[in-house]
């Protein structure tokens, strides 16, 4: 339980730190950035531990984001799209750095409701296909 | 094993660093009894939590004399950060620029205020030609990340008051008197550079 929640006590951490440093205008980028590097790191080091761990530590990580984002596509939480943002604070400065508007709502909208669907596959990739490399 | 310590703990640390920075650079803020956090914190603790309670409330507020870059405040009942939890600038043929959680900073018509149980309507002491400009800034910003608690600083991450505020700061009108370092739609209330034309509490609507 300690390892499969390593990802999900880094990722609390750093949705406190990028939410402060979007206060100095430049370093929330770098923190985003930060935050992907630790995270893919983490997650690849996980590609020798057994199945268990391996989805305990997706499920924490991803499956509060995947629930809500199901309830914001099917329009039955209102409120998914704001935990959403909350969610994936640490990478909401380089979501900030493109803004388009398509089909009456935002394009962060749909990266925020698409992004727990992504890091599925890329936490699976990750975790997964890359262990005959190693 | 050391480098797995430090992951885990790097970002706490960073945190708590930002948080120090954060506090010791605006000191005269945090001591402020009135400052957005403080207040926020003991509304939630007394469980005003969020917004407040969302409803259709019907104020029947008259939109007669409002002006384009003048201010519309909305709040509900139990709100956590005041008495109004939304604003946004009027920009003439009913419509209203403002920022929302889905749909980021956005053109939306002026009806939707009529739902609020608080409502009022702030005239801004400025020439018509910075009026028109502030509103221009927002239309700018449309698709803009909407951010609940964001930060006074930057220009990409936004909430409904915070964009009000910047547009007009670029202008030369700061309408935060306080120097708090987030702005809450209150603010806009009890600024110097606004005059209220008129407003409605729920029990007098």
Known sequence: ?134 | MQMRNIRLWLFFIIFILLLAYIIISNRAIFSNPNNIGKIYFNNFLAGDIGYGIEGKYGNNISWEDLEVGDILLGGYPNCSYGRFSHAGVYMGNNLVVEGFGDLGITIQPIYHYLEYSEIALLKVNTSMEIKEKAVEYMVAQAGGLFYPVAFKPGERIWNCSKIIWLAYYNLGIDLDFTDDIWIAPDIFYDSPYTTVIREKSYENS
Not at chain 1, 28 to 48: A, R, T
Not at chain 1, 62 to 77: D, E, V
């Open chain 1, 1 to 134: 339980m300690r390892i499969a929640s390593r990802i999900l006590v880094i990722h609390f951490f750093a949705i406190l730190a990028v939410w402060l440093s979007t206060y100095i205008v430049g370093l929330d980028i770098f923190m985003s950035l930060l935050y992907i590097v630790v995270i893919s790191i983490e997650i690849y080091s996980l590609k020798n531990e057994n199945k268990k761990i391996k989805w305990l530590s997706g499920i924490l990580w991803l499956a509060i984001p995947l629930l809500l984002s199901i309830l914001t596509i099917f329009k039955l939480y209102s409120l998914g799209i704001f935990l959403l943002v909350f969610w994936f604070t640490p990478i909401i400065p380089l979501i900030s750095l493109k803004t388009y508007f398509f089909a009456n709502y935002p394009l962060y909208y749909y990266i925020l409701v698409g992004l727990p669907f992504i890091l599925i596959l890329y936490f699976y990739l990750l975790a997964n296909l890359l262990k005959k490399d190693n």
